[in-house]
């Protein structure tokens, strides 16, 4: 089963609407921590956050926001009044206590039109 | 720039070439890691080094061979590639192996023909 699981594989949305992406994951860990990552065409993951598991308030950064939700296993990300260097593939991903890897999901490749 | 150098950016490759691809890391950190993407795949982790100690192989193929002189620097040295091993091959760095973010490099975008 797939520990992480982002739904959404193509978003397309016009300059300065807002937009969500979705992030589900999943753990049998009480421990963990869960990022997303941002991948412009120049094909770099840039790290845009990380929250761990005992750190349920929201964060905001900028036009970036993140919701974190226990009792849904999700946490989501939301950018505001997007932009087109927004457009780029995000990724989520989870950590566990036990173990030493990355859980990615999928990824989301979204589209912010001019 | 992310302190995650990877080289060569691009590389084409026949099935019977031997080349390597090289990481270097500027950050102090302790734990490398090779991952390969794919189209419309996850991420797939292949080889995890902490201190220069591989920690983890993921069941990769034997034409990938990696090799971590020092905690700066990382090699994935390949032979008699297959082309559905055509992908982009990221490597990141972490400052421990739980529970820091990685950071990662631009990646090499391998091409088998």
């Known amino acids: 089963a797939q520990k992480v699981t982002q739904a959404q594989t193509e978003i397309s949305v016009v300059e300065k609407e807002d937009v969500t992406l979705d992030c589900v994951y999943e753990?049998?860990?009480?421990?963990?921590?869960l990022f997303w990552y941002k991948q412009p065409p120049s094909g770099e993951l840039v790290f845009l956050i990380r929250r761990n598991s005992f750190d349920e308030q929201n964060e905001i950064s900028g036009r970036y926001s993140w919701n974190f939700q226990k009792s849904t296993s999700s946490f989501n990300f939301t950018i505001t009044a997007s932009q087109v260097v927004d457009s780029a593939v995000y990724f989520c991903a989870l950590s566990e206590a036990t173990g030493n890897q990355f859980y990615f999901g999928t990824g989301t490749s979204l589209t912010v039109i001019p | 720039e992310t302190g995650v150098t990877q080289t060569p950016r691009h590389l084409v490759m026949g099935m019977t070439n031997k080349k390597s691809l090289k990481c270097e890391q500027h950050l102090g950190h302790n734990a490398m890691y090779w991952y390969k993407q794919s189209a419309k795949k996850p991420l797939e982790l292949m080889f995890v080094?902490?201190?220069?100690?591989?920690?983890e192989n993921n069941s990769v193929p034997s034409r990938f061979s990696p090799e971590c002189p020092n905690s700066s620097h990382l090699f994935l040295h390949l032979h008699t590639l297959q082309p559905e091993d055509s992908a982009l091959y990221l490597c990141a760095s972490s400052q421990d192996l739980k529970l820091r973010e990685a950071f990662f490099g631009q990646g090499t975008r391998l091409t088998v023909v």
């Open positions: 080094y902490n201190f220069k100690e591989q920690t």
């Open positions: 753990t049998r860990d009480t421990t963990y921590y």
